[in-house]
């Protein structure tokens, strides 16, 4: 073999060894467009905790849950999904019980290191199945005694 061919070889070698390694990676970690959709939904999750947490400060001050999300204080969170996707809804389920719900692309996967966009929720609390999920929470019992 001259050595021209051994150059040839070795590059045809690393050429194949990075594309298995794309590969392999696109495959363990999914597809560009299934990784957004995930990011997504981990918007949906901050944007509904941050719901939350503005209901349990209203309940907290009035005793009695907001009729609905137009009467919160603070900044403006839509009560619709990213880019007027899908509404976001809220319904009054007792007294001080309440229901928050979102259509999410993937179930959550349960991980310790993935990101909260700044909110202070615990990942136990927001997991989530595919498709249309609702969380029922308790207003009495906050979100700050976690």
């Known amino acids: 073999m001259n050595r021209h061919a051994g150059v040839r070889l070795l590059i045809a070698a690393a050429s194949f060894a990075m594309l298995?390694?794309?590969?392999?990676?696109?495959w363990a970690m999914?597809?560009?467009?299934?990784q957004r959709a995930l990011r997504l939904d981990e918007f949906r999750v901050a944007d509904l905790a941050?719901?939350?947490s503005r209901i349990?400060?209203?309940w907290a001050q009035h005793k009695q849950l907001p009729a609905d999300l137009r009467v919160l204080d603070g900044a403006a969170i839509p009560d619709k999904g990213l880019a007027n996707e899908a509404t976001y809804e809220y319904a009054i389920r007792?007294?001080?019980a309440y229901q928050l719900c979102a259509v999410f692309n993937a179930a959550s996967e349960v991980s310790s290191d993935a990101p909260y966009h700044g909110t202070s929720y615990r990942r136990e609390d927001w997991t989530?199945?595919?498709g249309k999920y609702c969380f029922i929470r308790d207003a009495s019992v906050t979100a700050?005694?976690?």
Do not use: D
């Open 20 to 26: 298995a390694a794309v590969v392999a990676g696109m």
């Open 30 to 34: 999914g597809s560009p467009a299934h």
């Open 144 to 146: 700050h005694g976690y």
């Open 56 to 58: 349990e400060n209203y």
């Open 94 to 96: 007792g007294e001080a």
């Open 128 to 130: 989530h199945s595919a």
């Open 50 to 52: 941050r719901l939350s």
